[in-house]
């Protein structure tokens, strides 16, 4: 959830009030007596209350409108196709959740046949995951994906600091690797549960996923484990998970170190799932005996809906696992045909791999996704070099905008860094993504272009979604997808820091220290800084250096090395000149 913050409600009110159409409200008696819901006060006589519970109540119709009414501003879930998260389900699974919103996960005592649907959602989950005979696998629900992913990096975490200790060696700095593609959920582990993040590079060499020969070069003593994804968030790539396991027996092999593999594929209700019981440490396992019975519980929310749960196994057991391969072999063809429609114009470049073929195909009407490249149903596209080149005044960010106020939500970012340059759209096709749909859609994106491509340059900025309610100025700030990769607090500060070849960074580290020398011994103000890469940008501000201006053309020398030049605010210090 966003950070919020206090909003001042009488501040807002009385603004809301000083105009003539607020003053001097009539209303009924009855706050909850109302003819229709908008015969209500709030109908046009009062504002609802947002930020303070009001004195007096309303109908239950009438606040249920008011509600209704405001959340259609919202972008319709099915056309949303930014989200990997379905948004489909069977009325009789619906059925199912409301019957059962009261029941709690944390009564395990006072709701035993949800708990026994619980315990067969893990042994179900396990058998698909190719857990082996002789092992226990063991597992919890989880509120979402990043819980199962803290839950999984916390235990490796801690089975390391275990193996550290038997060893008598430190245990102070362990880290863990992941692709510069990770999404934020494996990013927050690091940070909040203090392991240096070696966030490796992506390129479109590594098909812009976690790279094998950069995990190779990483890996120590003090790496608990690598984070790989089952597909990465930006163009739906599987990531080498093989491979990766075979350098990491190759290491252990060699050096005793046993570097473990947490797989992330998950998306709505989530699961954290071991293969074995072994790989989750004992004591942070809690046993609880307050609700009526003992139970063990490892999750980081404790109490929360147990109707999620309910219908996960109604969807496991409904579908079968041949009803489960049905709907991703249409969602994979439907993504292949909008891949290979995009493609044919001639407009547009495809970065996702999904519809390449991994082998001849002798029959296509008997062809399945096992003969192309494998990858979840994303499609992530960029406007040709071609077009780019007959149509420089086209922003590829205007068909984001344009295919908004027809109701779909595609959203336009940047690749991660290194990669950043290129901006793709992405496409997330899902069940409900019917072939009727897919046809509106893909003729929506050609006619909209074919639009752009015969008007003159404009500028459209004025019509990027966006909120300006007063909630929104309170919620917590960030930076437009332009500016993604120039946070505030990105992760190469603190703990965190790009994994890149030690030496290359012990020499780099050096250079600028001489620089810094330089800098120091200049009077206060404006200043020079090298133009370089990462490493050196965390120096700058090690050294004090609290804003980057322009650019300045030329070059300089420091012991014989060329650095482009930059304007810079540097903080003055006591016993600096």
Avoid at 156 to 174: I, L, S, V
Avoid at 472 to 494: E, I, W, Y
Wanted: charged share 25%.
């Amino acid at each position: 959830m966003s950070l919020a913050r206090h909003v001042d409600p009488d501040q807002i009110i009385q603004a809301l009030q000083s105009g003539k159409a607020h003053k001097h409200h009539v209303h009924t008696k009855s706050a909850l007596s109302t003819v229709t819901p908008y015969s209500s006060r709030y109908a046009s006589q009062q504002e609802i209350s947002k930020f303070k519970i009001p004195k007096e109540g309303c109908a239950s119709d009438a606040v249920h409108q008011m509600l209704k009414d405001e959340l259609d501003l919202d972008g319709r879930p099915n056309l949303n196709l930014a989200s990997f998260v379905g948004t489909y389900m069977e009325r009789e699974a619906e059925a199912l959740m409301v019957e059962n919103l009261s029941k709690n996960m944390s009564d395990a005592d006072e709701y035993p046949a949800m708990m026994a649907m619980h315990a067969r959602c893990v042994s179900i989950i396990s058998h698909l995951w190719g857990v082996q005979k002789g092992e226990t696998a063991i597992g919890s629900a989880t509120t979402g994906s990043s819980e199962a992913i803290h839950l999984g990096g916390l235990a490796m975490k801690r089975r390391w600091q275990e193996k550290r200790d038997a060893e008598g060696k430190d245990k102070t700095k362990p880290n863990i690797l992941m692709g510069s593609n990770a999404q934020v959920a494996l990013e927050k582990f690091a940070r909040y549960f203090e392991v240096e993040a070696r966030i490796l590079d992506v390129s479109e060499k590594s098909k812009y996923r976690l790279d094998p020969e950069l995990v190779k070069k990483n890996i120590d003593e003090n790496t608990i484990g690598v984070f790989v994804i089952m597909g990465s968030t930006y163009t739906g790539h599987y990531e080498p998970v093989e491979e990766i396991s075979k350098i990491l027996d190759e290491y252990e092999e060699k050096t005793g170190n046993d570097i473990p593999i947490h797989v992330d594929a998950a998306s709505g209700v989530g699961w954290i799932i071991w293969r074995d019981e072994s790989f989750l440490p004992k004591h942070l396992i809690f046993e609880l005996h307050y609700l009526g019975g003992t139970e063990e519980s490892y999750t980081l929310n404790f109490s929360r809906p147990g109707a999620q749960i309910i219908a996960q196994y109604y969807n496991l057991i409904h579908l079968g696992f041949d009803g489960f391969r049905a709907i991703m072999e249409n969602c994979l063809s439907n993504a292949r045909l909008l891949s290979k429609s995009l493609e044919a114009t001639g407009w547009y470049t495809c970065v996702s791999d999904i519809h390449r073929k991994n082998k001849n195909v002798v029959n296509e009407e008997t062809e399945t996704s096992a003969d192309y490249v494998a990858g979840l149903p994303v499609v992530a596209f960029r406007l040709s070099d071609a077009f780019k080149k007959d149509y420089s005044h086209i922003k590829q960010e205007s068909i984001s905008t344009l295919l908004r106020t027809k109701q779909y939500i595609i959203p336009n970012y940047p690749l991660p860094p290194t990669e950043e340059k290129t901006e793709i759209l992405r496409v997330v096709v899902r069940e409900s993504m019917s072939l009727d749909l897919l046809d509106r859609l893909i003729t929506d994106i050609i006619t909209l272009t074919e639009q752009l491509m015969k008007s003159d340059a404009m500028d459209l900025s004025a019509f990027q979604p966006g909120s300006t309610s007063i909630e929104k100025q309170h919620q917590s700030k960030g930076v437009d997808h332009a500016n993604k990769h120039k946070a505030q607090r990105p992760m190469s500060k603190g703990v965190h820091q790009q994994g890149k070849d030690e030496e290359m960074d012990q020499a780099a580290r050096g250079m600028e220290k001489r620089f810094f020398k330089v800098i120091h011994t200049k009077a206060q103000g404006i200043e020079i800084e090298p133009g370089f890469g990462h490493v050196q940008k965390q120096a700058c501000f090690e050294a004090g250096v609290v804003g980057i201006s322009s650019k300045v053309k030329g070059m300089a020398s420091i012991d014989g090395n060329p650095w482009d030049l930059w304007l810079l605010e540097v903080e003055r210090q006591s016993g600096d000149g």
